[in-house]
């Protein structure tokens, strides 16, 4: 089973940054997508941004040019760099790891942003 443990969310103003970190442990195969995907109050989990162990990336429109995912294969870790925060942007963060079929979560961390 593999597991995923998430940091770095908070509050933060607007414009500001925050970095999120996710470490993944367990069975992992070399070939897996890793990503961050957020849920807002009263709204639907939706895709922030994905990677590939090939590093190919994924951005909702959203945050394309603001966002930067990365990954380390090495240490099995995804980070994701949020800048010129938004309030709109404000949600629970979840890590998503999946491979050979299987799909994990992370257990969210919150995002505040304030106008």
């Known amino acids: 089973q593999v597991q995923l443990v998430e940091s770095g969310g908070g509050l933060v103003q607007g414009g500001g940054s925050l970095t999120l970190s996710c470490a993944a442990s367990?069975?992992?195969?070399?070939?897996?997508?890793m990503g961050w995907y957020r849920q807002a109050l009263g709204k639907q989990r939706e895709l922030v941004a994905t990677i590939t162990s090939g590093s190919s990336t994924n951005y909702a429109d959203s945050v394309k040019g603001r966002f930067t995912i990365s990954r380390d294969n090495a240490k099995n870790t995804v980070h994701l760099q949020m800048n010129s925060l938004k309030p709109e942007d404000t949600a629970i963060y979840y890590c998503?790891?999946?491979?050979?079929?299987?799909?994990?979560w992370g257990q969210g961390t919150q995002v505040t942003v304030s106008s």
């Open positions: 998503n790891f999946m491979q050979m079929g299987q799909l994990y």
């Open positions: 367990g069975p992992i195969f070399s070939r897996n997508v």
